[in-house]
Protein backbone atom coordinates (compact mmCIF):
# COMPACT_ATOMS: atom_id res chain seq x y z
CA UNK A 1 0.00 0.00 0.00
CA UNK A 2 1.17 3.13 -1.11
CA UNK A 3 2.44 5.67 1.87
CA UNK A 4 1.14 8.87 1.72
CA UNK A 5 2.02 11.79 4.08
CA UNK A 6 0.35 15.33 4.60
CA UNK A 7 1.76 17.67 6.72
CA UNK A 8 0.40 20.60 7.54
CA UNK A 9 1.30 23.33 11.06
CA UNK A 10 -1.76 22.62 12.60
CA UNK A 11 -5.36 20.85 12.25
CA UNK A 12 -6.99 24.33 13.92
CA UNK A 13 -10.22 25.87 12.17
CA UNK A 14 -9.25 26.92 8.88
CA UNK A 15 -9.42 26.86 5.15
CA UNK A 16 -6.13 24.80 4.62
CA UNK A 17 -6.71 22.72 7.38
CA UNK A 18 -10.02 21.72 6.31
CA UNK A 19 -8.77 20.60 3.04
CA UNK A 20 -6.05 18.12 4.65
CA UNK A 21 -9.11 16.94 7.23
CA UNK A 22 -10.96 16.44 3.98
CA UNK A 23 -8.43 15.40 1.77
CA UNK A 24 -6.88 12.38 4.21
CA UNK A 25 -9.91 10.85 5.11
CA UNK A 26 -10.98 10.10 1.47
CA UNK A 27 -7.36 8.75 1.14
CA UNK A 28 -7.25 6.67 4.24
CA UNK A 29 -9.35 4.28 2.22
CA UNK A 30 -6.68 2.97 -0.05
CA UNK A 31 -3.81 5.19 1.13
CA UNK A 32 -1.53 4.35 4.22
CA UNK A 33 -1.98 8.07 5.40
CA UNK A 34 0.07 10.11 8.07
CA UNK A 35 -0.74 13.61 8.82
CA UNK A 36 2.12 15.47 10.32
CA UNK A 37 1.23 18.46 11.61
CA UNK A 38 4.01 21.16 13.95
CA UNK A 39 1.45 22.07 16.76
CA UNK A 40 -1.75 21.99 18.20
CA UNK A 41 -4.70 22.63 18.29
CA UNK A 42 -6.57 19.53 16.40
CA UNK A 43 -9.79 20.81 15.51
CA UNK A 44 -10.91 18.59 12.57
CA UNK A 45 -10.96 14.79 12.29
CA UNK A 46 -8.14 13.48 10.09
CA UNK A 47 -7.95 9.88 8.33
CA UNK A 48 -4.62 7.78 9.33
CA UNK A 49 -2.66 8.47 12.31
CA UNK A 50 -1.88 11.66 13.59
CA UNK A 51 1.78 12.78 14.29
CA UNK A 52 2.28 15.83 16.53
CA UNK A 53 5.62 17.69 16.37
CA UNK A 54 5.34 19.66 19.36
CA UNK A 55 7.25 22.50 17.22
CA UNK A 56 7.08 25.75 19.29
CA UNK A 57 6.34 29.02 17.25
CA UNK A 58 9.20 31.82 17.40
CA UNK A 59 9.36 35.01 16.22
CA UNK A 60 12.72 37.63 15.81
CA UNK A 61 16.04 36.21 15.76
CA UNK A 62 14.81 32.68 16.95
CA UNK A 63 12.62 32.48 13.96
CA UNK A 64 15.28 29.86 11.96
CA UNK A 65 16.82 27.92 14.68
CA UNK A 66 13.23 27.42 15.28
CA UNK A 67 12.64 26.21 11.65
CA UNK A 68 15.70 24.27 11.54
CA UNK A 69 14.90 22.00 14.68
CA UNK A 70 11.48 21.31 12.89
CA UNK A 71 13.06 20.44 9.70
CA UNK A 72 15.29 17.65 11.24
CA UNK A 73 12.63 16.63 13.27
CA UNK A 74 10.31 16.04 10.02
CA UNK A 75 13.62 14.49 8.49
CA UNK A 76 14.00 12.02 11.13
CA UNK A 77 9.87 11.25 10.71
CA UNK A 78 10.49 11.04 6.90
CA UNK A 79 13.23 8.94 6.83
CA UNK A 80 10.98 6.55 9.40
CA UNK A 81 7.89 5.91 7.67
CA UNK A 82 9.82 6.26 4.26
CA UNK A 83 6.22 7.77 2.23
CA UNK A 84 6.07 7.43 -1.27
CA UNK A 85 4.51 11.37 -1.78
CA UNK A 86 5.12 14.12 0.97
CA UNK A 87 2.15 16.57 0.37
CA UNK A 88 2.32 20.04 2.08
CA UNK A 89 -0.28 22.13 2.70
CA UNK A 90 1.06 25.62 4.12
CA UNK A 91 4.63 25.49 6.81
CA UNK A 92 6.52 24.56 3.69
CA UNK A 93 9.54 25.78 4.11
CA UNK A 94 10.48 22.95 7.03
CA UNK A 95 9.63 20.38 4.02
CA UNK A 96 11.47 21.44 1.37
CA UNK A 97 14.63 21.63 3.85
CA UNK A 98 14.18 18.07 4.44
CA UNK A 99 15.95 17.62 1.11
CA UNK A 100 13.13 15.18 -0.13
CA UNK A 101 10.77 14.65 -2.72
CA UNK A 102 8.08 17.19 -2.07
CA UNK A 103 4.65 18.73 -4.00
CA UNK A 104 4.18 22.09 -1.53
CA UNK A 105 0.98 23.88 -2.15
CA UNK A 106 0.29 27.76 -2.02
CA UNK A 107 -3.59 28.46 -0.76
CA UNK A 108 -3.03 32.53 -1.04
CA UNK A 109 -1.92 35.63 -2.98
CA UNK A 110 2.18 35.66 -2.81
CA UNK A 111 2.15 39.02 -3.80
CA UNK A 112 0.92 39.86 0.10
CA UNK A 113 3.42 37.92 1.82
CA UNK A 114 5.83 39.86 3.92
CA UNK A 115 9.16 40.41 1.56
CA UNK A 116 11.12 37.88 3.00
CA UNK A 117 8.17 35.01 2.33
CA UNK A 118 7.98 36.46 -1.33
CA UNK A 119 12.11 36.31 -1.60
CA UNK A 120 11.71 32.51 -0.34
CA UNK A 121 9.43 31.83 -2.59
CA UNK A 122 11.28 32.96 -5.55
CA UNK A 123 14.44 31.04 -4.47
CA UNK A 124 12.90 27.66 -3.40
CA UNK A 125 9.76 26.69 -4.57
CA UNK A 126 12.36 25.87 -7.86
CA UNK A 127 14.61 23.16 -6.04
CA UNK A 128 15.23 19.55 -7.53
CA UNK A 129 13.62 18.19 -4.32
CA UNK A 130 10.05 19.99 -5.31
CA UNK A 131 8.52 18.19 -8.07
CA UNK A 132 5.20 20.16 -8.22
CA UNK A 133 3.63 23.11 -6.39
CA UNK A 134 0.31 22.93 -5.71
CA UNK A 135 -1.78 26.12 -6.53
CA UNK A 136 -5.48 26.50 -5.28
CA UNK A 137 -7.11 28.58 -8.45
CA UNK A 138 -5.44 29.66 -12.22
CA UNK A 139 -4.92 33.13 -10.82
CA UNK A 140 -2.46 32.01 -8.67
CA UNK A 141 -0.48 29.74 -11.27
CA UNK A 142 -0.72 32.77 -13.43
CA UNK A 143 0.92 35.11 -10.76
CA UNK A 144 3.68 32.26 -10.06
CA UNK A 145 4.51 31.69 -13.17
CA UNK A 146 4.65 35.12 -14.28
CA UNK A 147 5.72 37.24 -11.37
CA UNK A 148 7.41 34.46 -9.08
CA UNK A 149 9.34 32.39 -12.06
CA UNK A 150 8.22 28.74 -10.48
CA UNK A 151 8.16 26.66 -13.39
CA UNK A 152 6.54 23.54 -12.23
CA UNK A 153 3.00 25.03 -11.24
CA UNK A 154 -0.69 22.73 -11.48
CA UNK A 155 -3.98 23.97 -10.28
CA UNK A 156 -5.94 21.87 -8.11
CA UNK A 157 -9.02 23.13 -6.34
CA UNK A 158 -10.17 23.08 -2.94
CA UNK A 159 -12.27 20.03 -2.61
CA UNK A 160 -15.66 19.64 -0.40
CA UNK A 161 -17.25 17.06 1.13
CA UNK A 162 -21.11 17.54 -0.39
CA UNK A 163 -22.36 15.03 1.83
CA UNK A 164 -21.04 15.77 5.29
CA UNK A 165 -22.02 19.65 4.63
CA UNK A 166 -25.48 17.83 3.81
CA UNK A 167 -25.90 16.01 7.18
CA UNK A 168 -24.72 18.94 8.99
CA UNK A 169 -26.39 21.86 7.39
CA UNK A 170 -30.12 19.70 8.67
CA UNK A 171 -29.20 21.75 12.31
CA UNK A 172 -31.25 24.45 13.58
CA UNK A 173 -29.99 27.75 13.41
CA UNK A 174 -32.45 29.34 16.01
CA UNK A 175 -32.92 32.72 14.67
CA UNK A 176 -36.48 34.21 13.04
CA UNK A 177 -35.51 37.25 11.88
CA UNK A 178 -34.02 36.39 8.04
CA UNK A 179 -30.03 37.16 7.98
CA UNK A 180 -27.43 37.41 5.11
CA UNK A 181 -24.09 35.52 5.79
CA UNK A 182 -20.21 35.89 5.68
CA UNK A 183 -17.84 33.79 6.89
CA UNK A 184 -14.56 34.39 7.49
CA UNK A 185 -11.55 35.52 9.97
CA UNK A 186 -12.14 39.07 11.00
CA UNK A 187 -8.63 40.29 9.54
CA UNK A 188 -8.02 42.85 6.83
CA UNK A 189 -8.07 40.40 4.15
CA UNK A 190 -11.59 39.43 4.68
CA UNK A 191 -12.98 43.09 3.96
CA UNK A 192 -15.48 42.39 6.66
CA UNK A 193 -15.28 47.25 7.04
CA UNK A 194 -16.39 46.91 3.19
CA UNK A 195 -19.18 44.74 4.06
CA UNK A 196 -20.22 46.66 6.82
CA UNK A 197 -20.61 49.97 4.74
CA UNK A 198 -21.57 48.43 1.70
CA UNK A 199 -24.97 46.12 4.40
CA UNK A 200 -25.50 50.28 6.05
CA UNK A 201 -25.88 51.79 2.69
CA UNK A 202 -28.21 49.13 1.16
CA UNK A 203 -30.96 49.76 3.17
CA UNK A 204 -31.63 46.21 3.82
CA UNK A 205 -31.38 46.29 7.58
CA UNK A 206 -34.66 47.10 8.10
CA UNK A 207 -35.60 43.50 6.64
CA UNK A 208 -32.46 41.41 7.05
CA UNK A 209 -29.69 41.03 9.32
CA UNK A 210 -25.88 40.52 8.85
CA UNK A 211 -24.30 37.83 10.00
CA UNK A 212 -20.08 37.14 10.03
CA UNK A 213 -18.96 34.22 11.44
CA UNK A 214 -15.61 34.12 12.84
CA UNK A 215 -12.96 35.68 14.86
CA UNK A 216 -9.79 38.03 14.74
CA UNK A 217 -7.51 40.79 15.47
CA UNK A 218 -9.97 43.36 14.45
CA UNK A 219 -12.78 42.34 16.25
CA UNK A 220 -12.86 45.90 18.27
CA UNK A 221 -12.25 47.76 15.27
CA UNK A 222 -15.46 46.51 13.30
CA UNK A 223 -17.23 46.56 16.75
CA UNK A 224 -16.53 50.27 17.04
CA UNK A 225 -18.15 50.80 13.26
CA UNK A 226 -21.06 48.50 13.57
CA UNK A 227 -21.92 50.85 16.96
CA UNK A 228 -21.17 54.29 14.98
CA UNK A 229 -23.54 53.82 11.91
CA UNK A 230 -25.93 52.38 14.83
CA UNK A 231 -26.44 48.61 13.94
CA UNK A 232 -25.79 46.82 16.93
CA UNK A 233 -29.19 44.98 16.55
CA UNK A 234 -29.03 44.06 13.20
CA UNK A 235 -24.95 43.31 13.03
CA UNK A 236 -23.83 40.28 14.10
CA UNK A 237 -20.15 39.20 14.89
CA UNK A 238 -20.69 35.83 16.19
CA UNK A 239 -17.23 34.65 16.86
CA UNK A 240 -16.57 30.84 16.07
CA UNK A 241 -18.85 28.75 14.56
CA UNK A 242 -18.10 25.10 14.31
CA UNK A 243 -20.83 24.33 11.84
CA UNK A 244 -21.39 26.90 9.81
CA UNK A 245 -23.28 25.03 6.83
CA UNK A 246 -26.56 25.31 9.16
CA UNK A 247 -26.47 28.89 8.74
CA UNK A 248 -25.14 28.82 5.15
CA UNK A 249 -28.84 26.87 4.59
CA UNK A 250 -30.63 29.39 6.72
CA UNK A 251 -28.85 32.37 5.15
CA UNK A 252 -30.41 34.71 2.17
CA UNK A 253 -27.43 34.54 0.79
CA UNK A 254 -23.57 34.55 1.45
CA UNK A 255 -21.14 37.64 0.45
CA UNK A 256 -17.32 37.42 0.22
CA UNK A 257 -15.74 41.45 0.63
CA UNK A 258 -12.11 39.64 0.52
CA UNK A 259 -9.28 41.97 -0.75
CA UNK A 260 -7.23 39.48 -2.01
CA UNK A 261 -7.91 35.47 -2.21
CA UNK A 262 -6.33 32.52 -2.67
CA UNK A 263 -9.57 30.09 -3.20
CA UNK A 264 -12.41 30.98 -1.85
CA UNK A 265 -13.87 28.12 -0.16
CA UNK A 266 -16.94 29.57 1.69
CA UNK A 267 -18.12 30.46 -1.74
CA UNK A 268 -18.21 26.44 -2.69
CA UNK A 269 -19.57 25.61 0.58
CA UNK A 270 -22.61 27.88 0.69
CA UNK A 271 -23.28 26.99 -2.89
CA UNK A 272 -22.70 22.99 -1.76
CA UNK A 273 -25.89 24.34 1.16
CA UNK A 274 -28.03 25.63 -2.07
CA UNK A 275 -27.47 29.24 -1.13
CA UNK A 276 -26.71 32.03 -3.93
CA UNK A 277 -23.37 33.92 -3.38
CA UNK A 278 -22.05 37.53 -3.80
CA UNK A 279 -18.44 38.08 -3.94
CA UNK A 280 -15.74 40.78 -5.16
CA UNK A 281 -14.09 39.42 -8.05
CA UNK A 282 -10.63 39.86 -6.49
CA UNK A 283 -7.34 37.94 -8.09
CA UNK A 284 -8.04 34.30 -7.01
CA UNK A 285 -10.79 31.79 -7.01
CA UNK A 286 -14.67 33.83 -7.26
CA UNK A 287 -14.44 34.19 -10.80
CA UNK A 288 -13.27 30.53 -11.36
CA UNK A 289 -16.20 29.60 -8.53
CA UNK A 290 -19.08 31.87 -9.36
CA UNK A 291 -20.99 32.02 -12.92
CA UNK A 292 -22.48 35.29 -12.91
CA UNK A 293 -26.27 35.34 -12.73
CA UNK A 294 -25.98 31.98 -12.62
CA UNK A 295 -25.08 30.84 -8.66
CA UNK A 296 -24.23 34.08 -7.82
CA UNK A 297 -23.35 37.68 -8.74
CA UNK A 298 -19.73 38.98 -9.27
CA UNK A 299 -18.83 42.58 -8.01
CA UNK A 300 -15.89 44.91 -9.53
CA UNK A 301 -12.89 44.35 -6.96
CA UNK A 302 -13.39 46.61 -4.06
CA UNK A 303 -16.07 48.32 -5.46
CA UNK A 304 -18.18 48.70 -2.14
CA UNK A 305 -21.31 50.82 -3.76
CA UNK A 306 -21.54 48.32 -6.29
CA UNK A 307 -21.36 46.12 -3.25
CA UNK A 308 -24.45 47.40 -1.81
CA UNK A 309 -26.66 47.43 -5.15
CA UNK A 310 -25.86 43.85 -5.40
CA UNK A 311 -26.65 43.29 -2.01
CA UNK A 312 -30.13 45.26 -2.56
CA UNK A 313 -30.83 43.54 -5.77
CA UNK A 314 -30.77 40.19 -4.39
CA UNK A 315 -32.66 40.55 -1.25
CA UNK A 316 -35.67 42.89 -3.40
CA UNK A 317 -34.96 40.17 -6.71
CA UNK A 318 -37.08 37.38 -6.12
CA UNK A 319 -36.75 35.56 -9.44
CA UNK A 320 -33.02 36.79 -10.23
CA UNK A 321 -32.63 34.85 -6.43
CA UNK A 322 -34.97 32.00 -7.10
CA UNK A 323 -33.03 31.27 -10.02
CA UNK A 324 -29.28 31.77 -8.68
CA UNK A 325 -30.73 29.18 -5.53
CA UNK A 326 -31.98 26.71 -8.24
CA UNK A 327 -29.05 26.55 -9.33
CA UNK A 328 -26.32 26.73 -6.34
CA UNK A 329 -26.26 23.05 -5.20
CA UNK A 330 -25.28 21.99 -8.64
CA UNK A 331 -22.41 24.32 -9.32
CA UNK A 332 -21.04 23.00 -6.48
CA UNK A 333 -20.74 19.27 -7.54
CA UNK A 334 -17.55 19.95 -9.70
CA UNK A 335 -15.39 20.66 -6.45
CA UNK A 336 -16.73 17.76 -4.37
CA UNK A 337 -14.02 15.44 -2.86
CA UNK A 338 -14.92 12.75 -5.18
CA UNK A 339 -13.69 14.84 -8.26
CA UNK A 340 -10.93 17.05 -6.59
CA UNK A 341 -9.69 13.16 -5.45
CA UNK A 342 -9.08 12.89 -8.96
CA UNK A 343 -6.98 15.53 -10.04
CA UNK A 344 -4.76 14.82 -6.82
CA UNK A 345 -4.05 11.13 -7.95
CA UNK A 346 -3.08 12.24 -11.36
CA UNK A 347 -1.11 15.40 -10.56
CA UNK A 348 0.36 14.54 -7.35
CA UNK A 349 0.05 11.14 -5.41
CA UNK A 350 0.41 8.77 -8.62
CA UNK A 351 2.72 11.85 -10.41
CA UNK A 352 5.47 9.65 -12.01
CA UNK A 353 6.96 12.59 -14.24
CA UNK A 354 10.14 13.81 -12.84
Known sequence: MKKIMLVVPSLKRGGAERIVSILSRELE??????????????????????????????????????LLA???????????IRPDRILSFMG???????????????????????????????????????????VVSRGLREILLEDFGVRNVEVIYNPVDMNSIERSMAEPVGRDRP?????????????????????????????HDLIILGEGMERVKLERQ??????????????????????????????????????????????????????????GGPGEIIRQGENGLLIPDGDVGALSDAISQLTEDDELYGKLRANARESALAFDISNIRRLWLEKAIEDNTE
Open 70 to 80: RSWKLRRIIRR
Open 179 to 207: FILAVGSLHPQKGFDMLIDAYHSSGISRS
Open 226 to 283: VRALGHEGEIWLSGIESNPFKYMKKARFLVMSSRYEGFGNVLVESLACGTPVISFDCV
Open 29 to 66: QEYDVTVVIFRDPVDYEYGGRLINLRSEVRGGIRKVPA
Open 92 to 134: NMAVILTGFKVYPSIHNNPHMYPRIEQWIVRRFYNLRNVKKTI
